[in-house]
């Protein structure tokens, strides 16, 4: 069966190999599988993403996101839909946003993946509704669904082969791949860095929300030294090398992840990970194995110091066991299929 989906990713940040956000990689790990399986992929994004199908791009550029920007771009992804329906009524829509209930399609048959905490998203998002599919990425996050909730079943997120292929020898900095916004906690790696006298390297953005710019300036920027450096958005070999020269990856969440990217792709790359009992991370890291669980900043600068005696190896086979890049694609690519026949049958 050749499939046709159409890709809708969150209308702020770009998508591509080199995106910064989880939802954005897994699209453009989807996108590029679909093409490569010879399949048609169609993708909404914003101007300034990389695709292997079918870019359909806006120009969502602004100062600042505000409701009222939001309302305009939200006015416009609803647009770009209905346009690419009745160019190819026969397309799957799947949609990767957090704001994705402001612009379903009415009647096409589409999947909504819920890449972040499920009380994020509106209730009624989780009512019965015909033609839509939810699904979770994890099963610590599946397990937090609303009573009665109808969602398929959690279809956990997997990583590119080529960073399970990266060894170097490890260095004595630590590393956090991350937005930098308040939930991320970057403040507190910076403070644990401080206690352990480790270096650390920040790879993120600071997208263009108010709060997430103060928080930059008042409680990130004084924490910056020589040894302790913010680097901006990185792509992906900068971040596959210094991923896997690290010592440890940290990862001080103050909000339930759902599934932590950045924890599986230290993982694959050889590297530990320290993190907070947040959501799904207790699940991805097996403490004293691949990591470890920890409660605060003085917990994880004395996890800093232990990181260096845990294996490798270890941390690489746990990845490639549980996360690869070929098992998520396959269990998206059975779901499309399934919605693919429906879809048929209802025609």
Known sequence: MVLTVLSVAYPFAPVGPD????????????DHALVEHGHRSLVIACRG????????????????????????????????????????????????????????????STLATLHL?????????????????????????HATRPAGAQLLAP???????????TSLRKRE???????ICPEKGVHIALEACHMADAPLLIGGQVFAYEAHRRY????????????????GPLGFHAKRRLLASARCALIPSL??????????????????????????????????RTGFIVHDAREMAE??????????????????????????????FRVYEQMAKQLQASA
């Open 19 to 30: 995106a910064v956000g989880g939802a954005e990689q897994v699209l453009s790990a989807l």
């Open 49 to 108: 993403s990389l695709t292997a199908g079918e870019l359909i791009a806006v120009d969502t550029l602004a100062e600042t996101v505000d409701d009222q920007v939001r309302e305009r771009v939200w006015a416009a992804w609803r647009a770009r839909i209905r346009e690419v329906l009745r160019r190819v009524p026969d397309a799957i829509v799947h949609l990767h946003g957090i704001d994705f209930p402001a612009y379903i399609p009415e009647y096409a």
């Open 117 to 141: 905490p499920l009380d994020w998203y509106p209730a009624w998002i989780f009512r019965p509704r015909a033609n839509l599919w939810l699904n979770c990425v994890s099963e610590a996050q």
């Open 155 to 165: 279809v956990p997120n997997g990583v590119s082969h080529a960073l399970f292929e």
């Open 173 to 179: 900095h630590a590393i956090m791949l991350s937005r």
């Open 216 to 231: 930059f300036e008042e409680s990130v920027a004084p924490l910056l030294d020589k040894r302790r450096r913010f680097l």
């Open 255 to 288: 909000v339930a992840e759902t599934s932590s990217l950045t924890a599986i792709e230290a993982l694959a790359c050889g590297t530990p990970v320290i993190a907070f009992a947040n959501g799904a991370l207790p699940s991805v890291i097996e403490h004293g």
């Open 303 to 332: 996890a800093i110091a232990a990181a260096e005696t845990l294996d490798p190896a270890i941390c690489k086979a746990a990845a490639a066991e549980r996360f690869s890049l070929e098992k998520m694609t396959g269990r998206y």
